[in-house]
């Protein structure tokens, strides 16, 4: 992908602060964070969103996502951090190459996740585990 920022930043066209490096990832920290130290982990190999990614990037992206949270909670003194990843523009995607964000959390920080929770209700929950259910197709041998 050819404007793709964060194709750019792999290949090194764009500097980056890089926290974490493998074969298949890197980690660096976000330009624009939300708090100081939020950082990104991005498959080297381009892919959308979430479904896109390789198989064998998986591994590689979990890995970073605990050997660089391991090292932000233990230089920041964290007591609590956040690992997400928006996938499609209704989720709040805007850069179209899958990243897990990482971002530390800190006591009365104003940052908030607004939610408006449902509940199933009668056999509803019955009604979507099985519609869903239908669709649910393990890996190959």
């Keep these: 992908m050819?404007?793709?920022?964060?194709?750019?930043?792999?290949?090194?066209?764009?500097?980056s602060e890089v926290l974490y490096e493998n074969d298949h990832v890197i980690a660096v920290l976000d330009i624009n964070p939300i708090h100081l130290g939020h950082a990104l982990i991005l498959p080297k190999k381009h892919c959308?969103?979430?479904?896109?990614?390789?198989?064998?990037?998986?591994?590689?992206?979990?890995?970073?996502?605990?050997?660089?949270t391991l090292a932000l909670v233990q230089s920041l003194k964290l007591e609590g951090y956040n690992l997400f990843s928006n996938n499609g523009t209704i989720a709040g995607q805007s850069v179209f190459h899958f990243h897990l964000h990482?971002?530390?959390?800190?006591?009365?920080?104003?940052?908030?996740?607004?939610?408006?929770?449902?509940?199933?209700?009668?056999?509803?929950?019955?009604?979507?585990g099985t519609m869903i259910r239908k669709f649910i197709k393990p890996p190959a041998l």
Excluded: W
Aim: aromatic residues 12%; proline residues 5%.
């Design 48 to 68: 959308n969103d979430f479904l896109d990614l390789p198989e064998e990037t998986y591994h590689s992206i979990l890995q970073a996502a605990k050997i660089v």
């Design 102 to 128: 990482i971002t530390p959390r800190y006591r009365n920080d104003n940052i908030r996740f607004v939610l408006n929770l449902k509940e199933y209700s009668g056999g509803d929950m019955k009604k979507y």
């Design 2 to 15: 050819t404007n793709c920022i964060f194709c750019k930043i792999v290949s090194k066209e764009i500097p």
